[in-house]
């Protein structure tokens, strides 16, 4: 491909289901005019449950979908295959690959004025240590503790975000990450479906905390590192013009996408394609 | 096998993952005797997002398991592998298989009184219509309700299952379902997992109703569907004698196990041994 044809290629997300869609609206928030191509693994979902050596396999083949459409940059939105698959996914691709860690981990530690960083996610995220491994190969200083919030997908997923018994259930999470170390400052939600909770969790930490505390989205984080690699190589589109990109939807199984999808991603979504990897 | 040797040989039970376990302490209240296998495919869970060939394909590999151990009866405590499976399990089995589906139905039936009854359980059980058939066919008259309820489980494998969120969400869900029809006086626990929440679900519904609900824990009508079938064909053992019997746990991957498991067992659980399918 000639550089021009290489910009105006679309970038690509996948993910293991329709969380990853938190990042493809970051990333339309961030760059509006790029092209975007989504895969949601969703007959394979969830990934974390899965061995390393799947998760692995299954990853590979979705980023081979989205090289097969010409994507100019890959980025892995699920974090347990970020954290299983990363290097063989870069290995395997011609293109740029972000993964769903990376750009939260950083974005923490370029914020954290104490030192004492937050981590919540799913149970495999947080067994996974990869926040952990990614935050003490930068600095080892850092003090961490991590938690899993097993509640916070289904309460995003039933679009139950910001009310009572979110609040509640952010109370009870919260507490006792704030009984393990009360002077965390910076918060990183780590994983996709938590940025629609974003909102009462800024609130409950703060609250518990009695002092402000950043809340870290990594799918943000993730769409500020797009525009830096795609940046840094001249592959960005010029975001300036008006015409929104274009988003293409693809997903393995079409069990209750539509509804999930729109939730995800703030707007309405224009439909799944049903793919077979 | 001769049958003193079938009679004193232990009961089958599989599920996707551990909540399968409510149908294995069930069936040690009701034949305490009895001496039991489980299998939980943890290394596969959940079964609910997966196609009905690849279920079917598991669940054949958990029954030949649990056959490969001498049990003289199969019972599938996974409400999608019953679902989707108990042709394929029952015409490859030996020994008679009680599925998760039927128990519960039946028991709905001889219990309600306005002939109106509901049942919760996953999205995946309530898009299987599942229950619709096994009670339809039973007595078309019935007028069904059912909902997914998508928080129960991680509820219960949080252990919040009888407090204020458990209740909040009890009610956010019922309510829905009491509006549907509100002449509801039965209400089956079509998941495995809800026995646990049993009480809650029970105050609440009772609360919205104004009348009395009687709730159906399948795990239960399932243990009642073990002593039938076993006490007709000769095949059970003295439940009067006061040793109770040896319970052997196996699954194909330890995450999380003992914790969860000794949630949904209601006694503490000497281990698992990690098996591969």
Known sequence: MGQDTTRRAPIGVFDSGVGGLTVVRALRSALPGEDIVYLGDTARVPYGSKSPRTVERYSLACQQFLLDRGVKLVMIACNTASANALPALTSASPVPVIGAVLPGASTALATT?????????????????????????????????????PLFVPLAEEGWVDDEI?????RRYLVQLF???????TLVLGCTHYPLLRDVIARV????????VFVVDSARAMADSAREVLGSSLLSIDNRRTAPGRLDCFATDTSRLDELATRFL????????????
Chains 1, 2 share one sequence.
């Open 113 to 149: 004025v104490a030192r004492h960083v937050g981590v919540i996610g799913t149970l495999g995220t947080v067994r996974s240590n990869a926040y952990a491994h990614a935050i003490f190969a930068r600095d080892p200083g850092v003090v961490l503790s991590s938690l899993a919030c």
């Open 166 to 170: 979110a609040e509640l259930v952010a």
């Open 179 to 185: 009984a393990k170390d009360p002077a965390i400052d």
């Open 205 to 212: 930490a703060r609250s518990l905390a009695h002092h402000e």
């Open 266 to 277: 703030g707007e309405p979504i224009t439909g799944f394609e049903l793919v077979d990897l």
